[in-house]
């Protein structure tokens, strides 16, 4: 089944660690975000990348990194300097047809509680 | 930079009545999407509008573009409660497209 996999669904960690989230999608997408969502917040973005071994900051990247050395992989690491890291985390891709037709895919998301 | 405003944020209905969700933006869209998001699940594409005044039905969901290319809604008729969750819209200018998306409305529905 093509689809977007996030992983793990539900992640704890120590205040002052780093943890890194994973996202894999098998739909040949060029394109591939990184969004939190807190209640009432909607869906901010946190890092983007359009095309392998690039990416862009978002609205809300500090304390945030990304890497894209593969299309299909797009981690997103927390570090310590992420004031409030406790959130859902969602991964999408999109097909970059550079038209507009970039209807997202979103992963299941990863719910981070830090204590 | 561009912002994408929803409204309402929270809509409670009895079972049968209907709902409309209103998004506006701040500058011109190429086009606008909208997703929805069940309660612990995560957003799910519903439709994309692309041309100005456009609207598209999918069966008890009417979605309209506005003629500037500002503004959509959302109509749901006589809902349901699987209609529950957060409708999202999301709407970026032209050539490199990052969705922004709002912050959604969230419909509960009663029955």
């Known amino acids: 089944d093509g689809g977007i996999t996030q992983s793990p669904k539900y992640l704890f960690r120590k205040e002052g660690q780093n943890v890194t989230l994973s996202c894999e999608q098998n739909?040949?997408?060029?394109?591939m975000y990184w969004y939190r969502q807190d209640p009432g917040q909607g869906l901010r973005l946190i890092y983007y990348?359009?095309?392998?071994?690039?990416?862009q900051k978002g609205d809300i990247a500090e304390g945030y990194s990304v890497s894209r050395e593969k299309k299909e992989s797009f981690p997103l690491t927390v570090t310590s300097a992420q004031k409030n890291p406790t959130a859902f985390y969602l991964c999408?891709?999109?097909?970059?047809?550079?038209?507009?037709?970039?209807?997202?895919?979103f992963g299941q998301g990863t719910r981070l509680t830090v204590v | 930079g561009q912002q994408v405003m929803q409204i309402p944020q929270y809509q409670h209905v009895q079972e049968g009545e209907d709902f409309t969700t209103y998004c506006n933006s701040s500058?011109?869209?190429?086009?606008i999407q909208w997703y929805k998001q069940r309660p612990g699940g995560h957003p799910v594409f519903l439709i994309q509008?692309?041309?100005?005044?456009e609207v598209k039905k999918q069966k008890r969901l009417t979605f309209q573009f506005g003629e500037a290319k500002k503004n959509s809604s959302l109509h749901i008729t006589a809902t349901q409660t699987t209609d529950v969750g957060t409708y999202f819209c999301?709407?970026?200018?032209?050539?490199?497209?990052?969705?922004?998306f709002g912050r959604g409305t969230s419909l509960i529905v009663h029955p």
């Open positions: 999408a891709s999109s097909l970059e047809r550079g038209r507009g037709d970039t209807e997202a895919f």
């Open positions: 739909l040949n997408h060029d394109a």
């Open positions: 990348s359009q095309i392998v071994n690039d990416f």
């Open positions: 500058t011109t869209l190429s086009n």
């Open positions: 509008l692309v041309k100005s005044g």
């Open positions: 999301a709407g970026g200018p032209g050539g490199s497209y990052i969705p922004t």
